[in-house]
Structure formats: structure tokens, C-alpha cells
């Protein structure tokens, strides 16, 4: 199949056509379920950034060795068009739930698009950056999380006050809570995020397993359910062969996780994991399945937006090859257009 090059003035028109669909204003807005889960919008934009100074590939003068597969249509001529669309509103402020650097990030890619912003701050954090680079900026509350960045009520009243269309969670705090993502939809703004159905199923990791199964994805082998008890934990590791691994079903961070290799590590990570999970997520449900030694880390990162009846979806790796991207391709399924960068 031929391979095809993009100059960086056509990946620079591509990605900014979608930053401008991510922040398109929908009134009344209510994620559609066949909208697909994406990452926190900072790590897309930074990577726009990065796009756009060249950074994040290998330049020679004005040309981008980017080698791609051939596409089914004309990606560039396609985004060209959708750019030069008057018809698109962005929002005119967004509200950045989150703090440090990942708030500036956002910050600087609204100022460049014209769009207010409102920034959060805890009382340690009111001579922060990101608080003296926004447009407005609302204190939430003392130095501790749960009293400030975590607290869903403060935030909701934040919201409110500063008239804004659309939040950003950034990534951490509360960009992966469910509550929280619900509760800023029924205000009738925007949640720059995945919606609460995809959190919700995304962490658990029972659940996932089982979404990823049904569609047909090859996933490691183990029992698909809860683990009831240290018998049922034995049961189950010996039909599935050592090593096995034992994991807290809710959160992440390495909490809750056990690796055994026999049945007396079986037993004692059972107790200490169950235990470390109900105080960690205060949900004690762990699943087993086999134990990969020295795995390879694969992890995609997915941004979506949805025009009309059709979501575009765009498919990074979270580490890149020597700095650049090698092949590119485009699949399309009724009503998704799907990018992959790899």
C-alpha cells in the first residue's frame, strides 16, 4: 500500500479542527452513549502544542516525515473544509477543575482560541500560576483536598457562579468520578471528559474486562467475577495456573494488587488485598487472573468528538517511537470516523 507524507501545516489544521469540536458549545448538553470514553483533554491539547513547535516530530525545514498509510479519503482536505466552518461556536468560558501545571496547560490553549477561563484554588494555592493566568479565579476552600479540589459540592456551586459553558477536569482529582461528571451535565454544561457511563464501567475493572470481551478484544486469562473467599481464591488460581495476580476490582495506583505463586500466597494476599481495597476505595471485591511476567506496556490515548450524527475519534500512543509517529490510518464504521496514529 503506498505511504503517503503530511506537511506540518496539514497535521496543524488537523489537530486544531478537533481542539475546536472538543470545545464546541452544546446547550443542554447530555453525552450520547455511543460517544467513546477519552482522556483528559490537557494531555491532547499539550500534545497539539507540541505538534505546532515541532517537537513532537522529526522536521526537516517545512516538510514532516510522516509516513502514513494511505487514507480512504482526504483527512487534510476533509479538516481544511471543517475548519474554514463559521457555523462552529466554541464556548466563551470554561471553568479548569484542577491546579499546577495541568490547569496552566488548558489555560494557554483557551487564551489562544479567545476563551475565558476560571480557575479553582485551595487558600495554599491562591499565589499559584495557574491562579494569576486565568480570567477569573473562585477559592474553594482550605489547604486540604477534600475540603477544595475534591469537594463536588463547592465546585458545582463555582460552576454556577462563574457562568460556565464548559469544565475541564484535567487528569487526577475528579476528572475519572462518575458523581461528578453526572452532576455538571444536569447543570447543563459541558463536561470536558468522558461521560459518567464510561467512567463508571472504565473503573471497574470487572466490568472492563468484560466490555473489552465482549468486542472481542484477546484479554488475559482468569476468572470473570469476584473472587467470594480464600477457598474460592485457591479454586480459582489453581485452574488457572501460577503465577496468578489478585486485584482490587475498584481504583489503582498499585493498591490492592498481590502477585502469588503458590497457595500460601495465595491465602495471605487474599486478606492483605481485600483489606488494603476496602480501605483504599471502600470497596473490598477482587478479581484473579494470570500473572504476566515481564510484560510489554502498551496504552493508547483516545479523544473524541461528536458532530452531528458522526464522532471523530483520534488515536495516540502515550509514548511515541523516537520521538515521531510512523503510520497513520483512518477507519470508518457508521457513524465513526476513526484516526489511528501509531
Known amino acids: 500500500m503506498p505511504l503517503v507524507q503530511f506537511t506540518r501545516n496539514q497535521l496543524s489544521v488537523a489537530r486544531n479542527n478537533l481542539t475546536r469540536q472538543l470545545l ?50 482526504s483527512f487534510s482536505s476533509a479538516t481544511q473544509e471543517n475548519c474554514e466552518d463559521d457555523s462552529l461556536q ?3 468560558k470554561v471553568l ?21 477561563t476560571v480557575a479553582v484554588y485551595s487558600t495554599a494555592d491562591s499565589r499559584a500560576l495557574h491562579v494569576q493566568m486565568a480570567d477569573e479565579a473562585i477559592c474553594l476552600g482550605s489547604a486540604p483536598s477534600l475540603e477544595s479540589y475534591l469537594n463536588i459540592d463547592k465546585l458545582c456551586i463555582a460552576i454556577e ?38 467512567i463508571e464501567a472504565m473503573g471497574d475493572k470487572i466490568t472492563s474486562k468484560q466490555i473489552a470481551k465482549d468486542a472481542g478484544v484477546n484479554v488475559i486469562p482468569g476468572f470473570q467475577g469476584v473472587v467470594n473467599d480464600e477457598e474460592h481464591a485457591l479454586k480459582l488460581a489453581s485452574e488457572i ?3 496468578v495476580i489478585l ?29 488494603e481495597a476496602a480501605q483504599s ?26 458532530n452531528n450524527d458522526l464522532t471523530e475519534v483520534l488515536v495516540f500512543p502515550e509514548r511515541y517511537v523516537n520521538g515521531m509517529f510512523w503510520y497513520a490510518a483512518t477507519i470508518h464504521f457508521p457513524h465513526l470516523r476513526c484516526h489511528v496514529f501509531l
Open 24 to 73: 464546541h458549545r452544546k446547550p443542554n448538553y447530555v453525552p450520547r452513549q455511543r460517544q467513546l470514553a477519552c482522556s483528559p483533554i490537557t494531555d491532547y491539547l499539550y500534545s497539539c502544542q507540541k505538534i505546532k513547535s515541532g517537537s513532537g516530530f522529526n522536521f526537516n525545514k517545512d516538510q514532516c516525515h510522516y509516513r502514513a498509510l494511505a487514507w480512504k479519503r
Open 90 to 92: 466554541l464556548f466563551e
Open 281 to 306: 476505595f471502600g470497596d473490598d471485591r477482587l478479581l484473579i487472573e494470570r500473572f504476566v511476567e515481564n510484560p510489554h506496556h502498551i496504552e493508547f490515548q483516545i479523544v473524541a468528538a461528536t
Open 96 to 116: 479548569i477543575a484542577n491546579r499546577g501545571e495541568i490547569a496552566c496547560r488548558i489555560i494557554k490553549t483557551c487564551k489562544r482560541l479567545g476563551i475565558r
Open 241 to 243: 495456573g501460577y503465577p
Open 161 to 198: 457562579q462563574s457562568g460556565a459553558q464548559g469544565v475541564a477536569p484535567g487528569y487526577g482529582f475528579l476528572s475519572e468520578n462518575a458523581e461528578f461528571s453526572r452532576r455538571v451535565n444536569e447543570m447543563g454544561v459541558a463536561f470536558i471528559g468522558p461521560p459518567a457511563s464510561a
Open 247 to 275: 486485584k482490587a476490582a475498584s481504583g489503582g495506583g498499585g493498591k490492592g494488587i498481590r502477585v502469588c505463586y503458590d497457595e500460601a500466597d495465595t491465602r495471605e494476599g487474599f486478606v492483605l488485598s481485600t483489606a
